[in-house]
C-alpha cells in the first residue's frame, strides 16, 4: 500500500463537542455522573448565597454607619480638635494625596505602560469622586471638595512632568522618597505650622502610610540581606542570618509589644522615634525578614551558567549581581514578593495592639465607643473587608500586569 | 612538544593540578598553546578536560602548579583574573545567554559595562558582529525566540564583542540538534581563518581533523597524546586514544 499522498490535506477539524463552551461545560462539570451531582450541588448552593447575600446587601443592611464614620475613615482622628487645636487640618492629608496621585501620574508618564495608566487613573477618579459624596456642606466643606476635585489635574501635572522632563528611574525613585518624607513632614508639621502628635494619626492613611514605607524600605532591605546571607564572608553572613531568623522567629505582635514596651526603657525618654515610626521600622524589618528568604529562593533557582557566563566576559562580581543575577531572581519571585506585600498590608492593622488607631480599629473603637450602633457592627465590617480587599486585589492585579509584561523574554 | 618558544606562547600551564574534593580532577597538566594556534582538545566525559579550559579563565580555580595568560599568573588577584577574563572569551554547551536581556543587550553588555564604551559604539560592534555569525535581523529579539544554533552563534557574537585574545569553546555544539551544527562550526571556522587562538573541546572529529593545529587527549586529568590532527587520527600512540578513536569514529 502506498502511503497518502503529501498534496492531500489531511487536517480535520475536531469533534464538536470536544471544543468551544459546549466541550468546556462537557468536560469540566459534566464529565461523569458524580460532577453531575457536584454541579448541580455547588450551582443551587452558589445561587443561595448569593440571593441572601444581595437581599441583605440591598434590603436589610443599614449602611448609616459606614456614613456617619465616614471622614474618620479615612484619616482617623487627625483632625478633631484634641489634635490640632483651633485649625482645619484636613488640607494636610489632602495634599498628601494630591501628591500621591501625582507620582502616579509621573509613573505613567514615566512607563508608558498600561498598569500604570490603569492605577493612575483608578485612583484619581476615585479621590475626585469623593468630592461628590452627598454630606452637607457642614459636614464636607467646599474646601475639602475642591482639593479632591484637585487629583485630577495633578495627575495630568504629574504624567506631564515625567514626560517633557523625560525623567530618569534614578530621578523617579529620588522623588518618590522626597515626596514620601514631604508627606511624614506635612502629616506631622512642618517648621512654622501647628504640629499634629503621631498618636492622632489613623485611618487608612496610617495603614497605606505604614504599608507604602514598609513596602518601598523593605525590598531593597531584604535583597540586600539576601545576597548577605549568601556571602562568602563569615561575618557577613552570620549578622545576616541571625537578623532574618529572629525577626522571622518571632510574631509580629510581640515586635511591635516590644518596640513599644522595651525600646522606651533601653533609650532616654525623649527619644526621637514616635510610635508610628518605630511601628513603621518593625513592620520594615519584620517584611525585609521574608523578603530576604524569598529572594534568595529566586538567587538559588538561577542556572549557574548565567553568572559563570557574566563573570567569563568579566564582569565584577557586584555588576554579575546588579546586571544578571537580581533581575531574573526578582522577576521569578513576584508572585512571592506581591502576596509578602499583601500580607504587610493586613498587618498594619496591628498596630491597634499598640494603641493607634488603623482603620479597623477606629471602626471598632466606635461601636464600643457607640452602643447604638452595635447592630450595625457587621456592616461596619463588612465595608472595612471590601476596603481592604479593593487594595489587595490592586496590588495582586498590578503584580499579575508586571509579570506578564516582563514574560517577553523568558525562558 | 609543540610550543615550547616562550615568546610565542599566549598560554602556559605548569603542572596544573585540580581537586573536586576528594577528585582528582587535572594530575598535573603541562602544556602551552602558541599566539593563533588552534587547539582542540578530546577524551571522554570525566577526563578533565572541559576543567582544563574553565581554569584558563578561572572560572574553575588550581589548586596547585602554574597558569600564565598573556603574560598574567593566575592567582586570586581578582583584579589579574578580571583582566584575563576581559582577553578570553568562552562559549558555553548551553549558551548562557542572559534570557532578560535582547540579543544585541547581551552582546553589548559587557563592551558597555567592562570596556566603558559609549552604547552607540557598542552596538554598532555588535550589528557588525551579528552581521558576522549571518543573523543580522535577530538583534532586537530575546534568546528564547532564536533556535539553539541561532542562540549559540549569538553566543559566539557575545564573546567577541570585547575583542579577546583567546576564545575557549566548551563542547559548543553539544546541545545542539544536528542540522544546527553546521551553522555554529562555519561560524568557528570562520574565526579560525581569522587568527583567533582557539581552544575547542568537541566532538567534532571532523571538524577537529580540519581546523586544528593541535589535537591534545585528556584521560583521568592527564593529557595523553599532544599531536598534529592528521598524526593523531592515523596514528594514535597510547592504548587509550585507540579505544577513544575506535569508539567515537565507529
Excluded at chain 1, 18 to 33: D, E, I, K
Excluded at chain 1, 127 to 141: H, I
Excluded at chain 1, 358 to 369: M, T
Excluded at chain 2, 63 to 68: E, V
Aim: proline share 5%; net charge neutral; with cysteine.
Amino acid at each position: 500500500m502506498s502511503p497518502e499522498p503529501y498534496d492531500r490535506d489531511l487536517t480535520l477539524p475536531p469533534p464538536r463537542l470536544s471544543v468551544g463552551a459546549a466541550g468546556w461545560v462537557r468536560a469540566n462539570l459534566f464529565g461523569t455522573w458524580y460532577d453531575g451531582v457536584l454541579t448541580l450541588v455547588c450551582a443551587a448552593a452558589l445561587a443561595l448565597a448569593l440571593w441572601f447575600g444581595l437581599v441583605w446587601v440591598f434590603r436589610d443592611a443599614d449602611w448609616g454607619v459606614v456614613a456617619t464614620l465616614g471622614g474618620n475613615f479615612a484619616i482617623g482622628q487627625y483632625n478633631t480638635e484634641a489634635a490640632c487645636p483651633g485649625k482645619n487640618c484636613f488640607w494636610r492629608p489632602q495634599v498628601v494625596l494630591l501628591l500621591v496621585t501625582m507620582f502616579l501620574g509621573m509613573s505613567w508618564g514615566l512607563t508608558k505602560s498600561g498598569i500604570a495608566r490603569t492605577v493612575a487613573i483608578l485612583v484619581a477618579s476615585a479621590a475626585a469622586a469623593f468630592a461628590f459624596l452627598p454630606y452637607s456642606m457642614e459636614k464636607m466643606g467646599m474646601d475639602v471638595r475642591v482639593l479632591l476635585l484637585a487629583n485630577a489635574p495633578a495627575l495630568g501635572a504629574g504624567w506631564a512632568i515625567a514626560r517633557h522632563t523625560s525623567m530618569s528611574v534614578r530621578w523617579f525613585i529620588i522623588l518618590g522618597v522626597a515626596a514620601f518624607l514631604l508627606s511624614l513632614g506635612l502629616l506631622r508639621g512642618l517648621p512654622g505650622m501647628q504640629p499634629v502628635p503621631t498618636i492622632y494619626w489613623g485611618g487608612l492613611m496610617l495603614n497605606l502610610l505604614l504599608a507604602v514605607g514598609g513596602i518601598a524600605a523593605s525590598l531593597p532591605i531584604g535583597v540586600a540581606l539576601a545576597l548577605g546571607r549568601r556571602s562568602r564572608l563569615p561575618v557577613v553572613k552570620v549578622m545576616c542570618v541571625t537578623f532574618i531568623e529572629v525577626f522571622r522567629g518571632v510574631p509580629l505582635i510581640t515586635l511591635l509589644f516590644m518596640s513599644q514596651v522595651l525600646v522606651p526603657l533601653a533609650f532616654p525618654e525623649d527619644f526621637p522615634l514616635n510610635s508610628v515610626a518605630r511601628a513603621g521600622i518593625i513592620i520594615t524589618l519584620f517584611s525585609a525578614a521574608y523578603m530576604a528568604e524569598n529572594v534568595r529562593g529566586g538567587l538559588q533557582a538561577l542556572d549557574p551558567g548565567q553568572m559563570e557566563a557574566a563573570r567569563a566576559l568579566g564582569l565584577a562580581a557586584w555588576q554579575t549581581t546588579l546586571l544578571i543575577s537580581l533581575p531574573q531572581a526578582l522577576r521569578n519571585v513576584i508572585p512571592a514578593i506581591a502576596g509578602q506585600f499583601i500580607g504587610l498590608f493586613k498587618d498594619t492593622s496591628l498596630v491597634y495592639i499598640i494603641g493607634m488607631l488603623d482603620v479597623v480599629e477606629i471602626g471598632r473603637a466606635f461601636i464600643l465607643g457607640n452602643p447604638e450602633y452595635l447592630e450595625n457592627a457587621r456592616e461596619l465590617f463588612v465595608f472595612l473587608a471590601l476596603v481592604f480587599w479593593i487594595f489587595t486585589y490592586g496590588m495582586s492585579y498590578v503584580s499579575r500586569r508586571i509579570e506578564y509584561h516582563l514574560g517577553v523574554g523568558k525562558r | 612538544m609543540a610550543g615550547t618558544d616562550a615568546a610565542e606562547d599566549i598560554i602556559v600551564c605548569r603542572h596544573v593540578h585540580k581537586w573536586f574534593g576528594e577528585f582528582h580532577a587535572l594530575k598535573g597538566v603541562t602544556t602551552s598553546v602558541r599566539r593563533g594556534e588552534k587547539v582542540v582538545i578530546l577524551g571522554p566525559s570525566g577526563s578533565g578536560k572541559s576543567t582544563f579550559i574553565r581554569s584558563i579563565n578561572r572560572l574553575e580555580e588550581h589548586q596547585k602548579g602554574d597558569i600564565i595568560v598573556d603574560g598574567v599568573r593566575l592567582t586570586n588577584d581578582v583584579r589579574d583574573i578580571d583582566a584575563i577574563r576581559r582577553e578570553v572569551g568562552m562559549v558555553f554547551q548551553s549558551f548562557n545567554l542572559f534570557p532578560h536581556l535582547t540579543v544585541i543587550d547581551n552582546i553589548t553588555l559587557a563592551p558597555i559595562k567592562v570596556r566603558k564604551w559609549p552604547r552607540a559604539q557598542a552596538e554598532e560592534a555588535a550589528r557588525a558582529l551579528l552581521e558576522r555569525v549571518g543573523i543580522p535581523e535577530q538583534a532586537e529579539k530575546y534568546p528564547s525566540e532564536l533556535s539553539g544554533g541561532q542562540q549559540q552563534r549569538v553566543a559566539i557574537a557575545r564573546a567577541l564583542a570585547m575583542q579577546p585574545e583567546i576564545m575557549l569553546f566548551d563542547e559548543p555544539t553539544s546541545a545542539l540538534d544536528p542540522e544546527m551544527i553546521k551553522e555554529v562550526l562555519d561560524v568557528m571556522r570562520e574565526l579560525a581563518t581569522s587568527g583567533m587562538t582557539m581552544l575547542i573541546v568537541t566532538h567534532e572529529v571532523g571538524f577537529a581533523r580540519e581546523v586544528a593545529d593541535r589535537v591534545l587527549m585528556f584521560d583521568e586529568g592527564v593529557i595523553i597524546e599532544d599531536a598534529p590532527p592528521d598524526d593523531f587520527f592515523n596514528n594514535p600512540q597510547h592504548e587509550r586514544a585507540k579505544a577513544f578513536l575506535s569508539q567515537i569514529l565507529a
